[in-house]
């Protein structure tokens, strides 16, 4: 699929949306659109490999069979009905193959049928199917996967009948818009992901906790991939494993995979999110994109107060760490930190961050769990890099022990939850560079409406200078650890080594000094000249 494709298949969708959302909250919307779009690819998956299993067995049935006023019944029920005896044999081998069954009623070309026939069972098929889909279709249980979808709210209907005929119009507008694209991972995936930025671009809270624009992403993303020693050697064939600690849609997660150029380069895929709703668009995300349930895991809680039992693991043999790790966590987050935090494993070395600011602690949760050899790209606000206080103190740590590789400073208005400009910070626990590059990319960016955008060339400038640690005048600079602490005080604001603001143009003073002076004259032998005219006039002359 090409990239106009994607584009128009994105814009298709978003349109329907728009038309179709009425006085619904676009958030509430989102999740309901985004989840007929994951049902809709897991059974045209789930359909496809069934054809492909069943063969010559699988029914072929005629567009005569086709009736204005039925619901034409699906190939695939048609053999469930034909062969009850074979159906539980069908789904031990399906599970084996595609990782997971929908039943025959469940599947989004059956929904599409009910809809398109304003059946009155549509309403409750849905809930049955949603239902079905989280406690059984998977090996894995994934409750909750719909819970922020409520099929019995007001906002849909003031009754039943009028809920079903409302989502009888939703699900025919989706499955119209959907018709004539293909509906592999990749393309569902891509419309996917286009949606969700629609969505945070609309969206009235702050949709910059659950998505991060796809251009940053990618930075983040190129930079982690490649190797932690030697980055000119390029992206790694393999990672065994990867952590976003605040997930959020997922989205930077496959960004990771996407780089690998082994589509299955990476062991296992591991997310964190606190928020309910993108917890469960993380999840979909996953599985939309061809992530199968047992190469991944997102959990659901929270990163400060590290409650997932995994990361808790007391046993040093047992305990995990990550080839990569990126996030971008809520910016200047306010917590609570208690005492017993102050003697926690992942600050104790380092001190607590803040009440009025998380950042460093995020960051130090991340940290924590970097493999040795691994790679760790973080985006943070400026005042990380010269906040003092508690701050000072863990980033003097973090500069002495040489764990701070790279800071990038992005342009503002990147994000739609802020305007104001954000970072990069690069970790790495084993260090080749005794130095700091310091990338001042402020400047590289172009203006889209009320966004500012990162082109393929900006952000190929900033991963360059990282892989290959250039430096360039106005851009980017390798920095003496020297330097940073005895003349800076480990202050690592960014115009202190790389500034891009313009020299001043040297002024000649003796030249504009004779310049003036032969003004001067020039005026004097003007305004002889005048008054010779007025003379002959006969009126006064100027003073």
């Not at 298709?12 to 690819?41: T, V």
């Not at 849909?156 to 025919?172: A, Q």
């Not at 018709?179 to 569902?188: G, N, P, Q, V």
Request: contains cysteine.
């Amino acid at each position: 699929m090409t990239n106009q494709d994607q584009k128009q298949l994105g814009s298709i969708l978003w349109d329907i949306a728009d038309q179709l959302r009425g006085a619904m909250n676009a958030d509430d919307f989102r999740d309901y659109m985004l989840s007929f779009l994951f049902l809709r690819y897991l059974s045209d998956n789930f359909e496809e490999a069934a054809k492909r299993e069943l063969g010559s067995d699988y029914p072929d049935i005629s567009s005569s069979m086709i009736t204005e006023d039925e619901p034409r019944t699906s190939p695939l029920q048609l053999w469930y009905d034909a062969n009850p005896d074979d159906v539980e044999t069908f789904e031990n081998q399906m599970r084996r193959k595609v990782h997971y069954v929908i039943k025959p009623s469940y599947l989004w070309s059956n929904i599409a049928e009910l809809a398109r026939t304003q059946h009155t069972d549509l309403l409750k098929t849905l809930q049955a199917g949603f239902n079905y889909i989280e406690n059984e279709s998977f090996a894995s249980t994934f409750q909750g996967l719909f819970s922020e979808i409520n099929l019995s709210s007001d906002k849909l209907g003031k009754n039943y009948t009028n809920r079903n005929t409302r989502l009888c119009g939703i699900v025919t507008a989706i499955a119209e818009g959907l018709a004539e694209f293909s509906t592999d991972s990749d393309t569902l995936g891509d419309a996917y992901e286009y949606l969700i930025g629609q969505f945070a671009a609309g969206s009235g809270k702050k949709a910059g906790e659950f998505y991060t624009p796809q251009q940053i992403s990618t930075i983040l993303s190129k930079i982690v991939t490649l190797d932690s020693q030697d980055p000119t050697t390029g992206p790694k064939k393999q990672l065994k494993n990867v952590l976003d600690f605040a997930c959020g849609s997922g989205s930077l997660l496959l960004n990771v995979r996407k780089q690998l150029a082994n589509a299955n380069g990476i062991g296992k895929i591991y997310g964190q999110e606190k928020n309910i709703t993108t917890f469960n668009l993380a999840r979909m995300n996953m599985l939309l994109h061809g992530v199968k349930d047992t190469e991944f895991e997102i959990f659901h809680g929270d990163t400060l107060t590290n409650d997932w039992d995994m990361l808790k693991e007391a046993n040093p043999a047992k305990k995990p760490y990550f080839d990569a790790v990126v996030a971008n966590p809520p910016f200047s987050y306010r917590w609570k930190p208690n005492e017993a935090m102050g003697e926690d494993v992942r600050f104790k070395n380092y001190g607590l961050a803040p009440k009025s600011a998380a950042d460093f602690a995020f960051l130090l949760h991340g940290f924590h769990y970097l493999a040795k050899e691994g790679t760790m790209a973080i985006i943070v606000p400026h005042g990380v890099l010269f906040r003092g206080g508690k701050e000072k103190d863990i980033r003097r740590k973090l500069l002495d022990d040489g764990n701070i590789d790279t800071v990038i400073g992005l342009p503002a208005k990147l994000f739609y939850s802020t305007g104001i400009p954000v970072c990069i910070l690069v970790l790495k626990k084993c260090k080749k560079f005794d130095d700091v590059l310091i990338i001042n990319a402020s400047e590289q960016f172009e203006k889209v409406t009320r966004q500012n955008h990162l082109t393929d060339e900006h952000i190929k400038k900033i991963v360059d200078a990282y892989q290959f640690r250039t430096e360039e005048k106005r851009f980017s600079r390798r920095v003496s650890m020297d330097e940073i602490a005895n003349e800076h005080d480990y202050n690592l604001n960014i115009s202190r080594y790389v500034s891009t603001a313009l020299p001043e143009e040297k002024i000649d003073l003796a030249a504009e000094h004779a310049n003036l002076v032969e003004l001067e004259k020039k005026i004097e032998e003007a305004k002889q000249k005048h008054n010779q005219y007025l003379e002959e006039l006969g009126l006064p002359p100027l003073p």
